[in-house]
């Protein structure tokens, strides 16, 4: 049949389903413990959701059970691919996974604080950077008192480690 016979209103849009934080291509999954939980955590939300959607219209229900399907699918591929990392197993003078960090930026003598963490651990609000973030990648490595360029633009930016906490 013609699509011009087709009503506008029985065209089915596909529902968005949104893409976790990216992770490098080839690059392993690290999680810390805490992190592995709260996608469990979600996973374990997200098959509640499905099963208390609502029976009232079909087509809401159809399609808000696709999108959970699809987070589900994202999901699990996560789950399945996490590498734990503890945070307490990691050299405690050295910047790596998991650590909390102090540093100082020059210029500017701006002192910031974070811990990296894996991809979909990361969050600003609670200074948790992702290993993946360029930041993480330059001062990895480091101990108390050096220092790493860091470029942001066209600027060049001096890292001092001042603090490391598991």
């Known amino acids: 049949m013609s699509r011009g016979f087709v009503k506008e209103s029985d065209q089915e849009t596909l529902p968005i ?3 976790r934080p990216p992770l490098p291509v080839g690059a392993t999954n690290y999680v810390t413990p805490a992190g592995l939980r709260a996608l469990q955590d979600e996973r ?3 098959e509640a959701d499905k099963s208390q959607l609502s029976g009232d219209n079909e ?3 159809r399609r808000a059970a696709t999108v959970i399907d699809g987070k589900l699918n994202l999901l699990s ?3 399945s691919s996490a590498r734990v990392l503890d945070p307490g197993e990691q050299p405690q003078d050295e910047v790596r996974f998991g650590a909390r960090v102090r540093l100082l930026q020059q ?3 701006r002192k ?3 811990q990296i ?3 979909d651990e990361a969050n600003v609000r609670e200074k948790k ?4 973030a360029p930041i993480a990648q330059a001062i990895t490595g480091l101990r108390v008192g050096e220092r790493a360029d860091f470029r942001l633009g066209n600027e060049v930016r001096k890292l001092e480690v001042l603090e490391i906490a598991y």
Do not use: H, W, Y
């Open 107 to 109: 210029p500017g003598n």
């Open 77 to 79: 591929q996560r789950i």
């Open 17 to 19: 389903i949104p893409l």
């Open 59 to 61: 087509d809401e229900r």
């Open 117 to 119: 963490v894996g991809v």
């Open 44 to 46: 374990d939300a997200l």
């Open 112 to 114: 910031q604080e974070f």
């Open 129 to 132: 950077i992702s290993f993946t």
